[in-house]
């Protein structure tokens, strides 16, 4: 048991709201108004604390409510905000407040949930800050005694073009990569975008999903006077020092690469040990509560998990394992090392904890106990270096509503401005785009530019350096709508998606925010899952501007709405203030993690055709199209090309306004997605989103194929030999019904590549279609057939007018044999993307051309091409 | 117990090899790296994952651990030792397998599905396996490109050691086949007796079609009829228990495993 009872001691511990004790305790000199100015606090916050200690706080005092106070721990500008949020729903299990959401899984089983971002430290070393990212939101699951089943990410960099963006985005992946792989949990999915808004300030999101029995999850408490507080983990280094004050908590400006002394250092390898110990620790039911030492340090945990029993607690950091010998209190307080954690437990479970931790070769040592007094009382040795009310740090922060301003409103483009706008510089590469709109580009050419533009093209050279299928539950990889991962030892799986489009949110922050939304949970419901909750990281410049607090209320109240209306709660989320550097600030960018469950994993769908003669269905908000705006060069609304990709690459001036969302409609089609997945009825399923109905049509042709890619791709980046590989590339006969046969070509690229959302392209078995028929109906969800699959014999099934061809499975019962069941789609016959209306052809291509294009360019734009 | 699954501090696929194992009906449970008694397995597993965190260098520090000691003995005397990915680098380190493994080729940890050929379909790993049967597995890793000089090679295939290369969809080898970098393709090495094994992809993560192969199996069941082979020769009972291909060339392997070997623990 850890120290007390020195006489200095007693002579300390009088009660703090005695302003007789006007005396300092040690800890470094007694601060003012100026040292708190250079914390990062305000003068009124300073004068907060005095009141509060009724005293001055010391310099380690100071330091710790600066770091407990700061934006990124006490979400000081954002808990007005956050509070509108719905957080309760029949699945929620633990909402906000814990170090992770948690829903119902069913069979006593509770999913924990959360996104965390590492933005600015990911800016300044891009390898050790996403890696400690990724580390912290592991610990977050663990800490809640789940175990890690599977990790995201959403990445956010500035063109590729320049060197910096290619080696920020090589170390981001680098640094991912090498803490997952190395805890054994796999990264399943995520989603990147690339703007030249980020170029001076990346975003690092990593979210985590792990499981626990709902019975058995950990909190962050120190109940029970008297008992052991237990420190395990690394040893206390001086990194991380103000890693939430100043680096995640300030705007970064051009010396903000010289904070990298503030960056953590991440050891993958000890936290592997600390997760399996904290686990067989929980599992053994030895504990009494939890808490990382991951932000603040153990300033943090120490209050935390005080003011959460309304207990004190008093610790000795001169027991705590230290990197150097001559820290200080306050570096020790401070310290944001990576991999410790701080357990509370009863006394005589002490010996049966510390057994576990010499199992797994940590070090692990009692620093104090649990006190009745309500204050965290910290001693080095014999003397007290700090004594402040827990409650104080943890919870009484400061809250503030700042002033914002509306964002402003964009007009939506009119056809005039497409048919008179420039046509943007070829600038993600891909074909040559030249020439204006007045003669306009073939809508094969606007789709290889799109395929082809590293936002929306295969991020496989990413994914493929994590690893995706250590613990054998990954059911659907990444590069499909959502990564499906099964539940071990049941047939249920969970599906989890991060969605936002930070253009979309750029041009209405609201609408984007609610959109973001939408298209997480739809995306769930495209495998088939039934979305249950949603977690958020929300990334936005200083709050401290009225426009960019604005974008921030803005966007939390368009999340709301639309979690109201999908009837999806949100247990928890993460606010990352101060992304901008030197002058602007990044698109204001919610990210939206989904969590959808299935009740049979093998039933899950996936995004990519999967069998020639299979009939295509668009489901949802396809309404006829242009079929009522029938002159050429009349003024019509956009039909969802505002801020569309299309619109980006080809119109870049005119961004026109976010396209509409019916969140009443985008209810009914998840509920058919789910509905149709239950019954067997789909054998794929894909989310119209980033480059609207064609792209979302041609990655359906490759989804299949990518999944089963196995050639190595050259390190030039291109892609050889894909010819001979084997891979079932599908193509598609597809006729769009209502199209106006006099379309103009700004109705035909809002048909092709409108962002409109709420609608997915399916694909069904001929004998099964009048099923999905009615089931569509029956939910009212528009539905409407537009043609079928094809494969290598794409002549002969054109010929044909009867059902497909016979072949086993065409119940779809036995999806996972249909594959190999397609013949390689090589050669003369190779597969194509037909795509007719109003009677003439739109769009006719071949499927392996348009492959290469999306497959490689990522890779090839990596190596500066 | 038949088959223990050796695992270290960092080692992150224990549970998965001990799953698969069960899979095919063997009883599997896992052997902590300080255990030193293995004389109730009738076959180890070296799991995958970063034991030691592969500082210095994969594998480099596990084969100081003490179970290292105690499987050497049980290889000299007769054992059987699969090491999948980091278990392959912790053979090799040790010495129980020739050659070392470097960095991919391209240097970067690479996570995907392959395919490979199975060149010696007569190793308690692949007897399951037709004689150039091509297996779809996934890998996941850093440091797997195999490397040994080139009369190193060659004794190797003299000595028919490659158990198994990377391939195309037809069995046909191209260096774009080739994930890591490995000389002469080859995917899975043993050593000269057959009886110890390495290959860096995953057989235990791809036992089900749901989970995008179940070539796996193929591996496994070869182990599986290799211990029912062990028992059936022990207890002096005709080979034709275990039904399969190969089975002359089994028969040659199991005396040849058996040779100087003490008891064999037969209970389950």
């Known amino acids: ?85 719905p957080t309760d729903g029949p699945a929620v299990l633990l909402g906000p407040g814990e170090n992770a959401g948690a829903v119902d899984l069913g069979n006593g089983l509770a999913g924990v949930f959360k996104v965390e971002s590492h933005n600015h430290p990911s800016y300044i070393e891009p390898y050790q800050g996403a890696a400690t990212g990724v580390g912290g939101i592991l610990r977050d699951i663990f800490t809640m005694g789940a175990r890690p089943l599977a990790l995201l990410n959403s990445l956010r960099f500035g063109l590729l073009q320049t060197a910096k963006n290619r080696f920020l985005l090589e170390g981001v992946v680098g640094g991912i990569a090498g803490y997952g792989n190395c805890m054994g949990v796999p990264t399943v999915g995520g989603e990147v975008y690339f703007d030249s808004s980020y170029d001076h300030n990346p975003l690092v ?69 600390l997760m399996e110990a904290c686990l067989e620790i929980c599992e053994r039911g030895l504990l009494v509560g939890m808490q990382d030492m991951g932000g603040a340090g153990l300033t943090c945990a120490t209050s935390e998990m005080a003011s959460n029993s309304g207990t004190g607690m008093e610790i000795d950091i001169a ?28 006394p005589d479970r002490l010996e049966q ?54 964002p402003a409103e964009h007009p939506e483009l009119r056809a005039s401005d497409l048919f008179t706008a420039p046509v943007a510089a070829d600038s993600q590469g891909g074909t040559d785009a030249g020439g204006s709109l007045d003669e306009p580009i ?37 590069g499909g709508d959502a990564a499906v991962v099964r539940l071990e030892r049941t047939p249920r799986a969970v599906a989890l998606s991060l969605d936002g489009n930070p253009w979309f949110a750029g041009l209405d922050p609201r609408r984007g925010a609610a959109l973001a939304v939408a298209e997480a949970c739809r995306n769930v419901a495209c495998t088939g899952a039934q979305p249950l909750a949603i977690t958020n990281c929300l990334n936005f410049g200083s709050p401290e501007e009225p426009d960019r607090m604005g974008q921030f209320a803005a966007a939390v109240a368009g999340m709301s709405e639309a979690c109201r209306e999908l009837g999806v709660p949100v247990t928890g989320g993460n606010v990352s203030f101060y992304n901008e550097t030197v002058e602007l600030p990044i698109l204001p960018t919610p990210v939206i993690g989904a969590l959808g469950l299935l009740a049979d994993g093998a039933m899950s769908v996936p995004s990519g055709f999967q069998r020639p003669g299979d009939s295509v269905w668009l489901l949802g908000a396809f ?18 090309l505002g801020g569309s990709a299309y619109v980006r690459l080809f119109h870049e001036s005119r961004p026109g306004a976010v396209p509409g969302l019916d969140l009443g409609l985008e209810a009914r089609l998840q509920r058919l997605l789910v509905a149709a997945a239950a019954d067997g009825l789909l054998h794929s399923a894909h989310d119209c989103a980033d480059g609207g109905l064609a792209v979302a049509l041609a990655e359906c042709c490759f989804h299949g194929a990518d999944a089963e890619r196995t050639d190595a791709q050259q390190a030039s980046g291109v892609l050889e030999g894909i010819d001979d590989i084997g891979l079932s590339l599908l193509g598609a006969d597809l006729e769009l019904p209502g199209v106006n046969a006099h379309a103009n070509h700004v109705e035909i690229a809002a048909l092709l590549f409108g962002e409109r959302p709420t609608r997915v392209v399916a694909s069904v078995a001929r004998e099964q279609q009048a099923e999905l028929e009615r089931l569509a109906a029956e939910l009212e969800v528009p539905a409407v057939r537009i043609g079928h699959v094809t494969g290598v014999d794409a002549l002969e099934l054109e010929s044909s007018t009867g059902p497909g061809p016979a072949e086993p499975g065409s119940d779809g019962s036995d999806r996972s044999n249909t594959r190999s069941a397609a013949s390689p789609a090589c050669g003369p016959l190779a597969p194509r993307l037909t795509i007719r209306g109003g009677g003439s052809g739109l769009l006719d291509h071949s499927c392996n051309d348009l492959y290469r294009a999306w497959a490689s360019s990522l890779a090839a734009a990596m190596e500066g091409k | 117990m038949s088959v223990g699954v050796v695992y270290y501090p960092g080692s992150n696929c224990e549970q998965d090899a001990v799953h698969a194992a069960r899979l095919v009906g063997l009883e599997a449970g896992t052997v902590w790296h300080r255990d030193t008694d293995l004389s109730r397995y009738e076959a180890l597993i070296i799991a995958g994952g970063f034991s030691y965190g592969d500082h210095l260098r994969a594998g480099a520090l596990a084969r100081f651990s003490p179970v290292m000691g105690a499987m050497e003995r049980y290889v000299a005397d007769g054992g059987m030792v699969l090491g999948i990915c980091n278990g392959f680098q912790v053979l090799v380190e040790a010495g129980l397998l020739p050659g070392a493994l470097m960095p991919n080729a391209g240097l970067k940890f690479r996570c995907q599905d392959l395919l490979m050929r199975v060149e010696r379909n007569d190793l308690p790993y692949t007897r399951a396996c037709a004689e150039g049967q091509v297996l779809r597995l996934n890998m996941a890793h850093y440091e797997g490109c195999f490397y040994v000089d080139e009369l190193t090679a060659q004794r190797l295939e003299k000595n028919g050691q490659i158990a198994m290369r990377f391939c195309g969809p037809r069995g046909e080898r191209a260096s774009r086949f080739n994930p890591n970098g490995s000389v002469n393709d080859i995917a899975a090495v043993s050593d000269e007796s057959g009886r110890v094994m390495g290959l860096m992809p995953h057989p235990e993560r791809c036992m089900e079609p749901a989970l995008g192969s179940d070539d796996g199996r193929y591996i496994f069941n070869s182990l599986r009829e290799a211990i029912v082979a062990r028992r059936s020769i022990s207890d002096e009972q005709p080979l034709a228990s275990a039904a399969g291909t190969g ?22």
């Not at chain 1, 027991?319 to 437990?345: F, G, N, T």
């Not at chain 1, 510390?354 to 009745?372: H, R």
């Not at chain 1, 009349?634 to 969802?640: L, M, N, P, Q, S």
């Open chain 1, 205 to 273: 999101n990593v979210m985590c999903f792990g499981v626990v029995a709902a019975n058995d999850i950990v909190k962050a408490r120190a109940d029970g006077v008297g008992n052991p507080v237990i420190y395990v983990g690394a040893k206390t280094g001086r990194d991380g020092i103000y890693g939430v004050s100043l680096l995640a908590s300030a705007t970064f400006d051009a010396e903000a690469t010289e904070k990298r002394p503030a960056v953590q250092v991440g050891d993958p390898f000890t936290e592997k040990l």
């Open chain 1, 353 to 406: 904890v510390l057994g576990v931790f010499d199992k797994w070769e940590l070090d692990a040592v009692v620093v104090g106990s649990v006190t009745d007094d309500g204050n965290v009382r910290v001693l080095e040795g014999g003397e007290l270096v700090a004594n402040v009310p827990a409650q104080s740090l943890a919870e009484e922060g400061p809250c503030y509503d700042r002033p914002f301003s509306p």
């Open chain 2, 247 to 268: 089975q002359a060339s089994l028969a040659q392997q199991t005396q040849q495993v058996l040779q100087g070997e003490p008891e064999v623990a037969l209970d389950v």
């Open chain 1, 623 to 640: 309404d006829g199209s242009s079929s009522e705006s029938a002159v050429a060069g009349e003024e019509i609304d956009d039909a969802g």
């Open chain 1, 442 to 478: 073939a809508a094969v050419d606007v789709l290889l530019a799109l395929v082809a533009d590293p936002t929306l093209s295969s991020k496989r050279w990413i994914f493929q350096q994590y690893d995706q299928t250590v613990r054998f539950n990954t059911i659907q990889r990444p």
């Open chain 1, 1 to 85: 048991m850890s120290n007390t009872g020195s006489n200095v001691v007693e002579a300390l511990t009088a009660p703090l709201s005695d302003t007789a004790q006007a005396t300092p305790i040690a800890g470094g000199a007694v601060a003012d108004e100026t040292s708190a100015v250079e914390h990062g606090m305000t003068a009124e916050e300073f004068a907060r604390i005095c009141h509060i200690l009724g005293r001055s706080p010391n310099a380690t005092e100071l330091g710790m409510y600066s770091v407990m106070w700061s934006e990124h721990c006490s979400y000081k500008s954002s808990k007005v905000h956050l509070r509108t949020l």
């Open chain 1, 319 to 346: 027991k705590v394992p230290r990197r150097e010998a001559d820290m200080s209190a306050y570096e020790v307080m401070l310290s944001e090392s990576q991999e410790r954690m701080m357990l509370v437990c009863e």
